[in-house]
């Protein structure tokens, strides 16, 4: 009545074998990415990060010494096209994946010093 059927759902089943074929032989990118994502935000002054721990594609940090909310953080990183989520007052997340290459995540960590040197200079 309402129409759920679905027609072609053959394509929607090649993204799923494609994701639970090709993915996994992947996933160790996503990984290096994240590590070295980590290892970056640990350089940054007024962030905090045991980047030891990250041993998947998410990685967490705290931003309570920028003088900036978990959201405010977020929404300053978003206009240079770096996409994070705040997953606490002053815990902010990055997420790895196969969209996101070395070039991204180096980039990613000059926008995010960027935004947090500028944020401290006006905190000053």
Known sequence: MFGGGM?????IAAAGLIALEKSPA???IDQENAKRLGEGIAEIPGLTIDSKKVCSNIVIFDCTKTGKTAVELCDALHPHGVWAQDTGLYSVRFVTHCDVNRAGIERALVVLKEVVSRTQKAGA
């Open 7 to 11: 027609r072609q759902a053959g394509v």
């Open 26 to 28: 992947l996933l160790h």
